[in-house]
């Protein structure tokens, strides 16, 4: 009797295994239960509901150099559009999209800035949500992985080093470009070098001129403004300032371009760490810039649908 | 709406002009045409200039006040000048501009008429709230404050201090932007005794917008049209100082602030009820103007009524962050040192930004840097009871012989 009911569930499961499953990211063939990429390590989740629920939802990137605050701007964006009863709403699809959310909340809540974002692909926190606009019916299908600042350099100066960056960023069609306000202001050019890299590797990314990246918005935002009271202020008039060759890349490479200005913190103090290094220590949270670039972003993309 | 004559003159004069640009224009006379256009430039450059600051436009219809009855600071009487040896005016002024705790000074109030006393009693109850004396208990005690009671063990535990407040009066309202204009009219910030003398060379950058002397998101020395009643902000804490000092007040101990806002009682020698919030122990958003629950953006001082303490304190929660005298404990929430570029002073009570609600709690302390002049930082006053005289001494409670009488002229600067 047992063995009458299991021999047709265990067939069922290799017709199963028979049917490669493309990784919604890079395309890579898997197995129906893997639940990462075997490829790129992209959550196989956002496949899977790509299939059942015939979703097939847009990238937007979100980058930066490592510590400029990804982790804390995507987070707070989140959690800001999903308390808002008007204007842009924002509803995570699948529990582990409410995880980054949680993280950098928890922390921030407890006056602390979330850990450090790992570099292994299988331990980013990707975001699925759906966006809802005042006067769009349809809603839009986003994902926003929250990608280290470290494999993406990395990435950038070894090209197909992390494959789910270039597969994820060849596939997006918007990107917001996170850059440190202070520190491009106090230690020189370091954070500007960065994003000029990062912004030739975009412009260089597939060959379509049509749907190159020339052609998609880019929202360059300033972080932790609240220590930059210059920046907070004008931002485009700071970019020229003081980051003028990242100014001109954009002038040359985007169509769509606009800085910004951004702040989680309304101060913040420091802390000593167990390696003798500083740690920045929030002292109240108040989010300033944060959901203007995103919704400038949408309005660039233009409406949403299924597809 | 009332119309001035002044209007109705300018009105006509600016038709008439119109009238002769356009018979130039039909006949091609370029002398009619030229005069018009002079006439109408002139009624249009008279117009702009009244307009850019709410204080030279002629009076409308009177608004409503909405605001605390304690400083009906007018147009008119900022305006007036002053006569030093005109006590009678002097005095009128003073209450004007709300400076009655200057008046209530012992050394003052006697030489002040009972009307006038009375008036100046009249004005520190309705700006002011008393807050009675005892103790209360300060630290990171917002856990152990969830049931509202506060036992020994979960004071010491939380490395809480206990301390002693005696009995004083404090603003019901943060400081208006209506207020700090007679502050600014009045030469405060060229009054160099208001000041600490170690920030003289500061005051000249505590500049608005244009270059004069006030908050910093003022224009022309003004404050925005139609923010008269919301609070000061963009003020650094030493402005905060002088304005206090410039009304016979002070700036609030950490203490005074959180007695206040939590209303301790001791119910035991062991057991305390303190509350975390003004209204009780757990957030109600609907109460204050924190991120999400309102405009976005400071509200007049008297709105949020639903959050007031127990006293009838306004906005303690909200609104705005308020300086107080004391310095900032570089502590995180595990008590953890913090080690901060500069020392701070410390704010309390969240702003229309603070996202979380533990970070609006009475007990919540942020720090900002002293000279900072922030957007959602303002401040209000307090003065100790005991400082003031609030009714004519009898034969049985005769002033002390040590407080000499002071004339008015001499408090008046």
Same mark, same amino acid.
């Given at each position: 009797?047992?063995?009458?009911?299991?021999?047709?569930?265990?067939?069922?499961?290799?017709?199963?295994?028979?049917?490669?499953?493309?990784?919604?990211?890079?395309?890579?063939?898997?197995?129906?239960?893997?639940?990462?990429? /075997?490829?790129?390590?992209?959550?196989?989740? !956002? %496949?899977?509901? +790509?299939? &059942?629920?015939? $979703?097939?939802?847009?990238?937007? =990137?979100?980058?930066?150099?490592?510590?400029?605050?990804?982790?804390?701007?995507?987070?707070?964006?989140?959690?800001?559009?999903? /308390?808002?009863?008007?204007?842009?709403?924002? !509803? %995570?699809?699948? +529990?582990? &999209?409410?995880? $980054?959310?949680?993280?950098?909340? =928890?922390?921030?809540?407890?006056?602390?800035?979330?850990?450090?974002?790992?570099?292994?692909?299988?331990?980013?926190?990707?975001?699925?949500?759906?966006?809802?606009?005042?006067?769009?019916?349809?809603?839009?299908?986003?994902?926003?992985?929250?990608?280290?600042?470290? =494999?993406?350099?990395?990435?950038?100066?070894?090209?197909?080093?992390?494959?789910?960056?270039?597969?994820?960023?060849?596939?997006?069609?918007?990107?917001?470009?996170?850059?440190?306000?202070?520190?491009?202001?106090?230690?020189?050019?370091?954070?500007?070098?960065?994003?000029?890299?990062?912004?030739?590797?975009?412009?260089?990314?597939?060959?379509?001129?049509?749907?190159?990246?020339?052609?998609?918005?880019?929202?360059?935002?300033?972080?932790?403004?609240?220590?930059?009271?210059?920046?907070?202020?004008?931002?485009?008039?700071?970019?020229?300032?003081?980051?003028?060759?990242?100014?001109?890349?954009?002038?040359?490479?985007?169509?769509?371009?606009?800085?910004?200005?951004?702040?989680?913190?309304?101060?913040?103090?420091?802390?000593?760490?167990?390696?003798?290094?500083?740690?920045?220590?929030?002292?109240?949270?108040?989010?300033?810039?944060?959901?203007?670039?995103?919704?400038?972003?949408?309005?660039?993309?233009?409406?949403?649908?299924?597809? | 709406?009332?119309?001035?004559?002044?209007?109705?003159?300018?009105?006509?004069?600016?038709?008439?002009?119109?009238?002769?640009?356009?018979?130039?224009?039909?006949?091609?006379?370029?002398?009619?045409?030229?005069?018009?256009?002079?006439?109408?430039?002139?009624?249009?450059?008279?117009?702009?200039?009244?307009?850019?600051?709410?204080?030279?436009?002629?009076?409308?219809?009177?608004?409503?006040?909405?605001?605390?009855?304690?400083?009906?600071?007018?147009?008119?009487?900022?305006?007036?000048?002053?006569?030093?040896?005109?006590?009678?005016?002097?005095?009128?002024?003073?209450?004007?501009?709300?400076?009655?705790?200057?008046?209530?000074?012992?050394?003052?109030?006697?030489?002040?008429?009972?009307?006038?006393?009375?008036?100046?009693?009249?004005?520190?109850?309705?700006?002011?709230?008393?807050?009675?004396?005892?103790?209360?208990?300060?630290?990171?005690?917002?856990?152990?404050?969830?049931?509202?009671?506060?036992?020994?063990?979960?004071?010491?535990?939380?490395?809480?201090?206990?301390?002693?407040?005696?009995?004083?009066?404090?603003?019901?309202?943060?400081?208006?932007?209506?207020?700090?204009?007679?502050?600014?009219?009045?030469?405060?910030?060229?009054?160099?005794?208001?000041?600490?003398?170690?920030?003289?060379?500061?005051?000249?950058?505590?500049?608005?917008?244009?270059?004069?002397?006030?908050?910093?998101?003022?224009?022309?020395?003004?404050?925005?049209?139609?923010?008269?009643?919301?609070?000061?902000?963009?003020?650094?804490?030493?402005?905060?100082?002088?304005?206090?000092?410039?009304?016979?007040?002070?700036?609030?101990?950490?203490?005074?602030?959180?007695?206040?806002?939590?209303?301790?009682?001791?119910?035991?020698?062991?057991?305390?009820?303190?509350?975390?919030?003004?209204?009780?122990?757990?957030?109600?958003?609907?109460?204050?103007?924190?991120?999400?629950?309102?405009?976005?953006?400071?509200?007049?001082?008297?709105?949020?009524?639903?959050?007031?303490?127990?006293?009838?304190?306004?906005?303690?929660?909200?609104?705005?962050?308020?300086?107080?005298?004391?310095?900032?404990?570089?502590?995180?929430?595990?008590?953890?040192?913090?080690?901060?570029?500069?020392?701070?002073?410390?704010?309390?009570?969240?702003?229309?930004?603070?996202?979380?609600?533990?970070?609006?709690?009475?007990?919540?302390?942020?720090?900002?840097?002293?000279?900072?002049?922030?957007?959602?930082?303002?401040?209000?006053?307090?003065?100790?009871?005991?400082?003031?005289?609030?009714?004519?001494?009898?034969?049985?409670?005769?002033?002390?012989?040590?407080?000499?009488?002071?004339?008015?002229?001499?408090?008046?600067?």
């Amino acid at each position: 009797m047992t063995k009458g009911v299991i021999v047709p569930l265990e067939s069922a499961r290799l017709v199963e295994y028979a049917v490669p499953i493309p990784c919604y990211v890079c395309e890579g063939q898997n197995n129906f239960d893997a639940e990462y990429c /075997r490829y790129c390590s992209a959550p196989m989740a !956002l %496949a899977h509901q +790509a299939n &059942s629920q015939k $979703l097939f939802p847009r990238m937007v =990137a979100t980058v930066g150099a490592s510590g400029v605050g990804k982790t804390v701007y995507l987070g707070m964006l989140m959690d800001m559009l999903s /308390r808002r009863s008007k204007h842009v709403q924002l !509803l %995570a699809r699948g +529990a582990f &999209s409410i995880t $980054l959310q949680q993280t950098t909340l =928890a922390a921030l809540g407890r006056c602390e800035f979330p850990e450090k974002t790992p570099n292994e692909p299988d331990r980013w926190n990707w975001v699925h949500c759906q966006i809802r606009r005042p006067k769009h019916r349809q809603p839009m299908e986003l994902i926003m992985p929250d990608m280290a600042g470290e =494999a993406v350099l990395q990435e950038v100066d070894h090209p197909n080093t992390f494959r789910v960056i270039r597969a994820f960023l060849q596939k997006c069609v918007g990107a917001m470009v996170l850059i440190d306000a202070v520190k491009l202001k106090e230690s020189g050019q370091s954070q500007e070098f960065f994003t000029m890299k990062l912004i030739s590797y975009l412009g260089e990314l597939g060959d379509d001129v049509k749907r190159g990246w020339s052609k998609k918005p880019v929202a360059l935002i300033f972080t932790k403004v609240d220590q930059c009271e210059q920046c907070a202020k004008d931002p485009t008039a700071f970019a020229q300032t003081h980051a003028s060759g990242l100014w001109q890349q954009c002038e040359e490479r985007f169509r769509q371009y606009r800085f910004f200005a951004a702040g989680v913190a309304g101060a913040c103090a420091y802390r000593r760490s167990l390696d003798n290094g500083r740690m920045h220590v929030p002292l109240r949270i108040e989010p300033h810039g944060i959901v203007e670039p995103f919704e400038w972003l949408l309005s660039k993309l233009g409406p949403g649908g299924r597809r | 709406m009332r119309v001035s004559r002044r209007t109705i003159i300018m009105g006509a004069i600016g038709a008439a002009s119109g009238v002769i640009l356009g018979l130039g224009w039909r006949w091609a006379y370029p002398p009619l045409a030229a005069g018009g256009g002079v006439g109408l430039g002139y009624v249009l450059l008279e117009w702009a200039s009244c307009g850019l600051c709410p204080h030279n436009r002629p009076p409308e219809a009177p608004p409503p006040d909405p605001k605390p009855a304690a400083n009906p600071a007018t147009v008119k009487t900022r305006m007036e000048p002053a006569d030093p040896s005109d006590v009678d005016a002097l005095v009128e002024r003073m209450l004007a501009h709300g400076r009655y705790a200057l008046l209530l000074r012992p050394q003052i109030a006697v030489t002040l008429s009972d009307e006038q006393l009375d008036r100046a009693v009249t004005a520190l109850q309705e700006g002011m709230a008393l807050v009675p004396d005892g103790e209360v208990v300060l630290g990171r005690i917002d856990e152990a404050l969830d049931d509202g009671q506060l036992e020994e063990e979960e004071i010491a535990a939380c490395e809480g201090r206990v301390i002693r407040v005696e009995h004083f009066f404090l603003d019901r309202y943060p400081v208006t932007n209506r207020q700090f204009y007679d502050f600014v009219a009045g030469g405060g910030y060229q009054q160099i005794a208001m000041w600490d003398e170690r920030i003289w060379p500061a005051v000249l950058d505590f500049v608005d917008q244009t270059g004069q002397p006030g908050p910093r998101f003022w224009r022309d020395g003004c404050y925005p049209n139609g923010l008269e009643d919301h609070p000061v902000v963009g003020v650094s804490w030493y402005e905060a100082v002088a304005y206090a000092r410039w009304v016979g007040k002070r700036l609030l101990t950490d203490a005074e602030w959180v007695k206040a806002g939590s209303w301790p009682v001791c119910l035991s020698p062991s057991t305390r009820v303190q509350r975390k919030y003004p209204w009780g122990d757990s957030m109600e958003r609907s109460r204050v103007n924190l991120w999400g629950s309102g405009p976005g953006g400071t509200v007049p001082v008297h709105e949020f009524a639903d959050g007031v303490s127990v006293g009838g304190v306004y906005q303690l929660i909200g609104n705005v962050w308020e300086w107080t005298r004391g310095d900032f404990e570089p502590v995180d929430p595990f008590h953890r040192d913090l080690v901060l570029e500069i020392p701070m002073k410390s704010v309390r009570g969240g702003a229309f930004d603070t996202y979380f609600d533990n970070q609006a709690t009475c007990q919540f302390q942020s720090g900002e840097t002293a000279i900072a002049r922030k957007r959602n930082v303002g401040f209000r006053c307090a003065v100790g009871a005991c400082d003031l005289m609030l009714a004519r001494p009898t034969d049985d409670f005769a002033v002390p012989a040590e407080l000499e009488s002071a004339s008015i002229e001499e408090v008046q600067v």
